[in-house]
């Protein structure tokens, strides 16, 4: 099929090439000239596993272009996806859809044949409708219908989500436009994922619900394990005894210093501002986004508990930037607000992230940033480990020792367990586990 991807930041990208792997002949625009011409070279502007060596793949194999030419790539298409960024409106917290609209306006002028126009970005509900009534608007005559395909990819683990997903949902009453949706994901019929047809409306609730829900369930067992700290309780014991039952499920049940990302933060936002406007609030969501943002301020306290209750004039070496391994994404990083609380308490801070800083410095100019793990810790007189990279999973203590100025560990990750630290003379903190 031609597939034309309009956006190749994360999702348009990982999708565009994705779909070219399948078979498919995808054409990927971009409106920034200068990502297109780095693409076309195979240069990938963002750190996901694997995405280089697809996408080189599949330019080579020639399905898959990159051009800043929407209308040509529109017009070829028998599928147009609409994958542009739907930022947070400064303010109230609503989705910013110019990038939608105007996607949808310069899609509708460029039709040719019946074309199916996906949105394939997170959208609020009843975006759908208002990319089909722009496109009316602005082209009366075109033969179209809008579907909404949500994407449940994680950053990372981006192409293994998007080659063997849970399932696939598609949101369209169109009869022409499920058999084409059928078509496009043919390949993953193979891998039997199930596909969900369902109306636009809903599919659109089915993406913000899920990731509403992993965010509630993230943020459940980080609360629990505030009270295994108090109560001398396990909690990763505690997860692996609700988790074995079935409905509750193993996965999504590790503390941590708070969720992040450029989706969980944004997406349950979105859903609490809809679930009010439409009169029907979500009040576990509400709470879950509250508890979320105060507990990544709140790990700082760990942090100064564990230097002996002031960071003043200490020295703190932060392991981990990104608001999880595997990516070079800090946006919503809980690493922001947690160096930020230390700051504001007199900590010096030097930094350490595998991938993640060239973003953070963004956020950080005034600390220091390491080439590795021990030259943030010379002379430190805490570790915190904040985002779980492997390189972290299985650090020199004896070295450690000696370079810092004292040996304490702060785990914001559990990924040690307390007696094997301490037992190599380390003073160790983490969540929810007695020491
Ligand atoms: C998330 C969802 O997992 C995807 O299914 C979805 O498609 C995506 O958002 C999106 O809406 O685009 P992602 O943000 O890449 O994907 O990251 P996750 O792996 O889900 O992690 C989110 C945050 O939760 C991270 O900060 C992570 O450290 C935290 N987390 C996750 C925990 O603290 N504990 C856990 O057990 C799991």
Not at 113 to 140: A, H, Q, Y
Request: glycine share 8%.
């Amino acid at each position: 099929m031609n597939i034309a991807m309009i956006g190749s930041g994360y999702v348009g990208l990982v999708s565009g090439a994705c779909l070219a792997d399948f078979g498919h002949r995808v054409t990927c625009v971009d409106v920034d000239a200068q990502k297109v011409a780095a693409l076309q070279s195979a240069r990938i502007p963002i750190y996901e596993p694997g995405l280089d060596r697809l996408v080189a793949d599949n330019v080579a194999a020639d399905r898959l272009f990159f051009t800043t030419e929407l209308a040509s790539a529109v017009a070829d298409a028998e599928v147009v996806f609409i994958a542009v960024g739907t930022p947070s409106r400064r303010g109230d917290g609503h989705a910013d859809l110019s990038f939608v609209h105007a996607a949808a306006r310069s899609i509708a002028g460029a039709l040719k044949d019946f074309t199916v126009v996906v949105t394939k970005s997170t959208v609020p509900l009843g975006t759908g409708d208002d990319v089909e009534r722009i496109m009316r608007e602005t082209n009366p005559e075109a033969d179209f219908a809008v579907a909404s395909n949500p994407e449940f990819l994680r950053e990372g683990a981006a192409i293994d989500d998007f080659k063997r997903p849970d399932r696939i949902v598609i949101g369209a009453q169109d009869e022409r436009a499920r058999t084409v949706m059928g078509e496009v994901y043919r390949p993953l019929y193979l891998n039997q994922a199930p596909i969900l047809f369902t109306t636009r409306r809903t599919a659109e609730v089915i993406k913000y619900a899920a990731n509403a829900f992993l965010a509630t369930k993230i943020t459940f067992i980080n609360e629990v394990a505030d009270l295994c700290e108090q109560a001398g309780a396990d909690v990763q014991e505690v997860a692996r005894g609700i988790g074995l039952d079935k409905r509750i499920g193993p996965k999504f049940l590790n503390a941590g210093p708070g969720y992040g990302g450029s989706c969980f933060p944004k997406d349950t936002l979105a859903f609490v501002k809809t679930a009010q406007d439409l009169g029907t609030p979500l009040r576990l969501v509400e709470t879950t986004v509250a508890v979320n943002d105060q507990r990544k301020r709140a790990m700082a306290r760990k942090v100064v508990a564990a230097c002996g209750g002031s960071v003043r004039g200490k020295r703190i070496a932060i392991f981990g930037l990104t608001f999880k391994p595997n990516t070079d994404d800090m946006r919503e990083a809980p690493s922001i607000a947690i160096i930020q609380a230390l700051l504001d308490q007199g900590a010096q801070i030097t930094a350490y992230d595998p991938e993640g800083m060239a973003s953070a410095r963004d956020y950080f100019a005034q600390i220091g940033y390491a080439q590795n793990a021990y030259d943030a810790a010379a002379e430190a007189d805490c570790v915190v480990i904040v985002t779980e990279w492997n390189e972290f999973r299985s650090l020199d203590f004896e070295r450690l020792k000696e370079i810092m100025a004292t040996p304490v560990l702060v785990d914001l990750r559990n990924i040690y367990r307390p007696k094997d630290v301490e037992r190599l003379g380390f003073a160790y903190a983490s969540l929810g586990r007695p020491n």
